[in-house]
């Protein structure tokens, strides 16, 4: 069974950065496509970026050019860089592991983290 195992959260200023990171359990993780998502209070859990096998990435639209998506394989971690940073991007973030990919949608699967809490104020 992998788990999978955020950190990097905390509490950061409006137009600063962050660095999550999701660390499975096993080097399985070599052949999964992987993906960030969040959750604000009263709102649905909505993707924020994925990545493929290949390194191939894909953007939520609200997160487009501020965020950044990587992987490495060697670490058996996926790495979500946040930059320029705003208020609405406060959320608890969750890596889920395992998709696939339909019609070039990222589907998640089952496996996901624990969750990292992101707030963003002055």
């Known amino acids: 069974q992998v788990e999978f195992v955020e950190s990097g959260g905390g509490l950061v200023q409006p137009g600063g950065s962050l660095k999550l990171s999701c660390t499975a359990s096993?080097?399985?993780?070599?052949?999964?496509?992987m993906a960030w998502y969040r959750q604000a209070p009263g709102n649905e859990r909505e993707l924020v970026a994925d990545?493929?096998?290949?390194?191939?990435?894909n953007y939520g639209d609200s997160v487009k050019g501020r965020f950044t998506i990587s992987r490495d394989n060697a670490k058996n971690t996926v790495y979500l860089q946040m930059n320029h940073v705003k208020p609405e991007d406060t959320a608890v973030y969750y890596c889920?592991?395992?998709?696939?990919?339909?019609?070039?949608?990222?589907?998640?699967?089952?496996?996901w983290g624990q969750g990292t809490q992101v707030t963003v104020s002055s």
């Open positions: 096993a080097s399985i993780f070599r052949v999964f496509a």
């Open positions: 889920n592991g395992d998709g696939w990919y339909q019609s070039g949608n990222y589907i998640p699967g089952e496996r």
């Open positions: 990545i493929n096998t290949g390194g191939v990435t």
